[in-house]
């Protein structure tokens, strides 16, 4: 299993000197959180902070879009080549458009389904995607627990992608009491904020997690 180490949950004053020491063996993805103030009632990382800290880390960014009309916002990514770019499909009319440009630039397509949003709703869009992101809180709000109904919707989502190569990724309130379920049901990336950073030293607690993860797997 991959972990995205979601800097929302960071000191972000001290990122720049913290960033250079995440080990790829240990964190697998940086999560950068964009919001606009309009799909989500928060503001927080935009084009110009994502791209510096893409300047203090080799480690592959994992860009969330969380915002309105995405097509407007994707491009400005695009420099930065992340491992991913996702937006969510309860933002846009234009969601298979929008993921073939994400694709012709060469970066890994991920569209986003909130808590309430039901998994059919992706159904037509399917074979466009690299990656399904399932948030697990409602997006916008930090330091959430996750949502009871989150298990089953992971379930159903896997079922729905099976026939695709399709990687899974899981956004909200993962931490040790639940990685090892995620993991059984075939989750492929966690993003992991507070669960990662709570320690003081994320590159232990990334190791930490990526251990319980792949024994839970060796044991299903």
């Keep these: 299993m991959k972990i995205s180490a979601s800097i929302l949950a960071a000191k972000l004053t001290g990122l720049s000197a913290e960033l250079p020491t995440y080990k790829q063996e240990n964190i697998d993805l940086i999560h950068i959180d964009v919001m606009d103030g309009n799909f989500v009632p928060q503001i927080s990382f935009g084009e110009a902070f994502t791209k510096e800290v893409k300047s203090h880390t080799q480690i592959p960014l994992d860009v969330h879009l969380m915002v309105s009309n995405p097509e407007l916002h994707v491009p400005k990514y695009f420099e930065l080549n992340p491992y991913c770019i996702t937006f969510h499909i309860e933002t846009t009319n234009f969601s298979v458009r929008l993921a073939e440009e ?36 409602d997006p916008g709000f930090y330091g959430q627990s996750f949502v009871k109904s989150g298990f089953e919707k992971i379930a159903a989502v896997r079922k729905l992608t099976k026939p695709y190569n399709i990687e899974l990724e899981v956004d909200g309130g993962v931490n040790e009491s639940n990685i090892e379920e995620l993991a059984k049901l075939g989750v492929d990336i966690t993003v992991v904020g507070s669960g990662l950073y709570k320690t003081g030293d994320p590159n232990a607690q990334g190791k930490k997690l990526k251990e319980l993860a792949a024994s839970a797997r060796t044991r299903s």
């Design 102 to 137: 994400i694709r012709k630039a060469g970066i890994k397509v991920g569209v986003s389904l909130n808590p309430q949003t039901p998994p059919e709703s992706i159904s037509q869009i399917l074979p466009y995607l690299d990656l399904v992101l399932l948030m697990t809180v």
